[in-house]
């Protein structure tokens, strides 16, 4: 029996399919979300190019922790992917703030734009050496405030405590504009809204449909402050444990993935706001102005930053 055995489990050791491998990929988001349909096309390129022989596993709804808990688990090599916002990618590699300055993007085709260019790709590697690198930016729309009161200028704001996510420069902006910045985990807002232990929150209108916030903060306020892409972010122990072939395939498939993402974004926003309007959300409309006001100083502080001017100048120039 074990002469038979034996040729049987060495046949099986050296099949290609034994040999492939498997990176995880997780993320805070839900199901619906245009993030995760667009990881899963990410995956079905992957392992199509790669004829089966890598694969990526996504973790939805924050299966791996919280962003930040992802992020780190990236950084230190104990998970391979994450899907973060690019705003608390600064906190691992300061030139993504870049990317969570306040109306810093003229308007979405910009942003866009920003996202396929050469400058996104120089982007996306500034962190080598730090545990980690950027392998493509997703569309995450417009982000705008959300409370159970609307946010017509700056002055509503004033002592209203802000849910942001874990990122320096967003917490300067809310305070800026006079509300009290709030750090909390993203899938922990429903609960602070619904406990008081937040007034507002600010995001895209799929976060605030798709994570029920609407269910607790009736009022989203279209001042539109940030446009700032998301990040799938993979380990250096990971992306160095490919091969060359391997890791052209997984670049070509996060930046072909990106396309797909922008076309399911826009489908999946305009659903959801009619659905935001449905479940009984006032979409408000509002007076920029106060608001880029309010923020300038930020753009031109971050302009003295050598490092961060040299992307400032190549977004505006786009």
Same mark, same amino acid.
């Given at each position: ?12 050791? *050296?099949?290609?399919?034994?040999? =492939?491998?498997?990176? /995880? ?50 950084? &230190?090599?104990? *998970? ?8 608390? =990618? ?9 990317? =969570? ?45 959300? +409370?159970?009161? #609307? ?6 704001? +004033? ?9 320096? &420069? ?33 995001? /895209? ?61 826009? =489908? ?24 880029? #006001? ?15 001017? +040299?992307? *400032? ?6």
């Amino acid at each position: 029996m074990k002469k038979i055995l034996l040729p049987l489990v060495a046949t099986l050791l *050296i099949a290609p399919s034994v040999y =492939a491998k498997t990176l /995880n990929l997780g993320h805070a988001m839900s199901l619906e979300s245009a993030a995760h349909k667009g990881m899963v096309i990410m995956a079905d390129k992957v392992k199509a190019k790669s004829n089966g022989e890598l694969k990526i596993k996504i973790f939805p709804n924050g299966q791996l922790g919280s962003e930040r808990d992802q992020a780190e688990q990236v950084i &230190t090599g104990a *998970i391979d992917m994450a899907k973060i916002n690019g705003g608390l =990618a600064e906190s691992f590699e300061p030139t993504f703030k870049v990317n =969570a300055l306040p109306f810093l993007f003229r308007d979405i085709p910009h942003m866009r734009q920003f996202m396929k260019s050469d400058a996104a790709q120089e982007m996306l590697v500034t962190s080598a050496g730090k545990g980690f690198i950027g392998l493509t930016f997703y569309d995450s729309g417009t982000r705008s405030f959300y +409370a159970k009161k #609307a946010i017509n200028s700056p002055a509503d704001l +004033a002592g209203m405590k802000v849910r942001v996510p874990g990122s320096p &420069t967003m917490m300067e902006m809310v305070n800026l504009l006079g509300g009290k910045a709030t750090p909390v985990p993203f899938n922990e807002v429903y609960t602070a809204l619904q406990q008081g232990v937040i007034d507002g929150a600010e995001n /895209n209108i799929s976060s605030l449909v798709e994570m029920k916030h609407s269910e607790v903060a009736k009022f989203y306020s279209m001042d539109q402050h940030l446009m700032t892409p998301d990040v799938i972010i993979i380990s250096e122990n990971a992306f160095n444990s490919l091969s060359p072939a391997e890791q052209k395939i997984l670049k070509e498939a996060a930046a072909e993935s990106l396309d797909e993402q922008i076309k399911l974004w826009d =489908a999946i926003d305009d659903m959801n706001k009619a659905k935001g309007i449905k479940e009984g959300v006032t979409f408000v409309e509002v007076d920029k102005a106060p608001f880029r #006001a309010a923020v300038k100083p930020m753009i031109d502080e971050a302009k003295k930053d050598p490092k961060l001017a +040299a992307f *400032i100048e190549k977004i505006e120039a786009l």
